[in-house]
């Protein structure tokens, strides 16, 4: 399998020569809104950008807002992808299926997280939105789980809208957000230890 690094638009990309995709590496010094397109070309050859890979955007204190084409192509966003950076926004391709470990984790600039119709998602990871400033999220209607801490210490944190196939609350899920009201599907099978403690304002 043949792979090298390509740069567009200032971001870097590592193409899979045999399979044609490409995965985005990292990013170089973009400020405000970041595009990421669904194809990229390189010797007249189309490569399908499937992936962020871990560590892509880490640390960037310059970015506002990631912005994907209708039909992006984006199956995963690997771990620490955005950790403690400055993103303020995103909406999350249908075609994601994964989000890694602290994947958000620290961006307190992060207010709004939004998943487009008919999101392929299956899983919120551990500690994927802890110490965000998300004020409210909808869970896609794939996702079975919601990871150990996924939403700790969220204090903007005050409304989520869980999944109906949600059949798992791992520990400490919620734990120190401003959650006021939450309700738990039928299918919720496991509250594990924590899973909302200190959250002060729930009802």
Known sequence: MTKKKIERDN???VLDEENKTASLFHCQSLNGDVFIPTIITNDSKDFIVTDILENAFKNSKSIKSIQFSEDSKIQSIGKNAFYCSSLENITIPSSVTQIGERAFYHCLKLRSVEFSGDSQLNSIETNVFSYSSIENINIPNRVSQIGKRAFSYCKKLEKAVLSSN?????????????????????KVRQICEGAFSNCKKLH
């Open 11 to 13: 971001l870097t990309f």
């Open 166 to 186: 949600t059949k798992l609350l791992d520990k400490e899920a919620f734990s120190g957000s401003s959650i006021e009201i939450i309700k738990i599907p039928p």
